[in-house]
């Protein structure tokens, strides 16, 4: 979708956003999979119930894109713009064990600074790529521990309210990579309150977290993490596996033969691949365990 008219064109630059036209959504994904479209990106929170309005009235729909590391991202031209917050300096601020953190701040980065000042509990979800908004919009988890455990207080923009909203951490319910956020609402910042560890002891923590995650996920390759959400008391990548199915391809989408609940993107798959892929794997599972498995990435298909 294209933003051509210069009077709205115009609007966005008053208002901050930074506008790149025909933007490859494939360069901004991890699975490196999708279509082309206007990418907006916001410099000041405040401009966003100005900016949706505008979007709004100008019959313009949107979608909000974090770190693009959990997201199936349709092929061609997308008929959405996407919407992106641009990383503050600085994006973490301490205070005490209260952690500011920006919405766009990279989850692994935000991660190691706190670990550098003492401020631990995050150990497990190093190596999660992404932005920090997208990982509490999933409820990220990974090690036995979730961000939601931690979260104090998050600003959103409330896509019900049009507005900037405050909402307290016991106002939010997290669960098992779901939270009660709407599909819609935008994560602007968060305060964590971690707890206090010495830093080598959160560095020990790290560096088993990475060695786990190295030997079983296909870190160097381009995926979107897990495809599905583990069902009740069973491991999807063990089903998967069992099934026989590590390598299963169609076209360049393949499911990872170091672990199967990674569905990689050997070289020029295709959103259509990757959801044939999806689909497939699904139907075998459903065949032969009668369990529908849940999407964990997030799907934006046309
Ligand atoms: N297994 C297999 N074959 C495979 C993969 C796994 O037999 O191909 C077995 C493992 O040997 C293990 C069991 O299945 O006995 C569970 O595997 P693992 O420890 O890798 O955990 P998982 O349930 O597959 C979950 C999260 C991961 C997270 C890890 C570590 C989900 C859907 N996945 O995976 O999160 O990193 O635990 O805590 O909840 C993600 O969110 O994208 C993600 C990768």
């Known amino acids: 979708m294209r933003i051509s ?36 990106r916001i410099k000041k929170h405040e401009s966003l119930p100005d900016l949706l309005s505008l979007l709004d009235a100008n019959h313009v729909p949107h979608k909000f894109l974090g770190g693009g590391s959990n997201l199936l991202v349709g092929d061609g031209e997308l008929p959405w713009v996407v919407l992106q917050l ?19 701040a990279d989850l692994g980065r935000m991660i190691t600074f706190c670990a550098k000042n003492d401020l631990g509990g995050m150990e497990g979800l190093i190596g999660v790529p992404g932005t920090v908004g997208g990982a509490l919009r999933m409820n990220a988890g990974a090690y036995g521990m979730q961000i939601g455990s931690y979260v104090r207080e998050v600003k959103l923009y409330r896509a019900a309210s ?15 990579r779901h939270t009660s956020f709407a599909p819609d609402d935008m994560m602007l910042s968060v305060i964590l309150e971690l707890p206090s560890k010495p830093f080598k002891v959160i560095l020990e923590g790290i560096r088993i977290c ?3 995650r190295r030997s079983s996920q296909p870190l160097g390759q381009k995926s979107a993490g897990c495809i599905f959400k583990n069902p009740p008391g069973a491991s999807a990548g063990r089903m998967i596996d069992d099934l026989g199915l590590k390598g299963l391809s169609v076209g360049d989408a393949r499911v990872s033969d170091r672990h199967a609940n990674f569905f990689v993107n050997a070289g020029h798959a295709s959103a259509k691949d990757m959801l044939t892929l999806i689909a497939d794997v699904r ?8 369990v529908s498995l849940e999407n964990e990435v997030v799907v934006w298909n046309a």
């Open 210 to 212: 990475n060695e786990k």
């Open 162 to 176: 049009r507005k900037i909203e405050v909402l307290q951490g016991d106002q939010i319910s997290f669960e098992y």
């Open 5 to 40: 008219d210069p009077r709205i064109v115009a609007k966005l630059a008053e208002m901050h956003v930074h506008l790149r036209p025909g933007t490859a959504l494939a360069e901004l994904t991890s699975l490196g999979i999708g279509g082309t479209t206007d990418l907006l």
């Open 283 to 290: 139907e075998r599972i459903q065949k032969t365990y009668g």
């Open 86 to 104: 641009v990383r503050p300096e600085p994006d973490v601020v301490l205070d005490g064990n209260l952690a500011h953190v920006d919405g766009a």
